[in-house]
């Protein structure tokens, strides 16, 4: 039986793990190696690492920093940030991590999705999608490029079903309008999403309080929630979060 799983996100930047308000205002929060493997020990079910700087200073993802990473944790890390090729992927796998994420790189080059998943298998690639509110696109969502700071006219829900035909093995969308605001992710954004696709999804940006991560779940039907403020600055446990949501009758693993 699936369950659904709590991913503690890094954000990282020059190496050090930070949190921001709709992706600026960053906040140092400390050393991601040390966070992660407290989220490890602590009942995470997998993390995720964001080098968030490195495809706006267009460089690679801060190997130095992953391989810490990995070298701490018990549990599968996806990492994602100035992943662009072939090449960058297989250095990712070859210092042990499990997945990785692209955003701005698979809307330039979408058949890189398709080569990705070809390559590794598609439950290694994820695609990271930033939207925003827009009345540009149909759903009313659309897609942003380049750490948030490029809009590019595409459709988030209409990507979205492009990159399961590509291969994509999961769908990581970030609502640039909730992200750290603490006030819950964007449930409409979410569902659109989760129900135009047969892929998991992984709800993120805005998670504030134990319900929230329950209606990403209920009402967004994400598969997976992915926490980033309410975790650094010990606001809930991960037991706090996997109690709750078992609590509401969710499946998870404790």
Same mark, same amino acid.
């Given at each position: ?43 995470? =079910?997998?993390?995720?690492?964001? =080098? ?11 190997? #130095? ?5 990995? =070298? ?15 090449? #960058? ?40 999608? =930033? ?64 129900d135009a696709v047969n892929l998991p999804v992984i709800a993120s940006g805005g998670a504030g309080t134990l ?11 994400? #598969? ?15 037991r706090q979060m996997k109690e709750y949501l078992a609590d509401k009758g969710l499946p998870v693993k404790l």
């Open positions: 039986m699936n369950y659904i799983k709590i991913i503690p996100c890094l954000d990282v930047k020059d190496g050090r793990l930070v949190k921001g308000v709709n992706f600026v205002d960053l906040a140092d929060v400390g050393d991601p190696a040390d966070n992660a493997e407290a989220y490890s020990k602590a009942g995470a =079910d997998e993390l995720v690492f964001l =080098d968030i700087t490195a495809t706006v200073e267009k460089r690679k993802t801060l190997v #130095d920093a992953v391989k810490r990473t990995v =070298d701490k944790i018990s549990v599968p890390l996806t990492v994602g940030g100035g992943i662009k090729s072939i090449r #960058d992927i297989q250095d990712m796998m070859d210092i042990g991590v499990s997945k990785v994420s692209m955003n701005t790189a698979a809307v330039i080059n979408p058949e890189l999705v398709r080569e990705a998943s070809g390559k590794f298998g598609s439950e290694k690639i994820v695609v990271a999608i =930033d939207t925003r509110t827009s009345p540009e696109v149909p759903s009313g969502f659309e897609v942003m490029i380049n750490g948030g700071k490029k809009p590019t006219g595409i459709d988030a829900v209409e990507w979205a079903k492009k990159v399961e035909e590509l291969g994509a093995g999961a769908i990581l969308p970030t609502s640039m309008d909730a992200d750290g605001t603490l006030a819950g992710y964007d449930i409409p954004m979410t569902r659109a999403i989760a319900e929230h991560l329950y209606e990403a779940v209920n009402d967004g039907h994400a #598969d997976a929630v992915l926490v980033a403020s309410i975790a650094h600055f010990g606001t809930y446990s991960i």
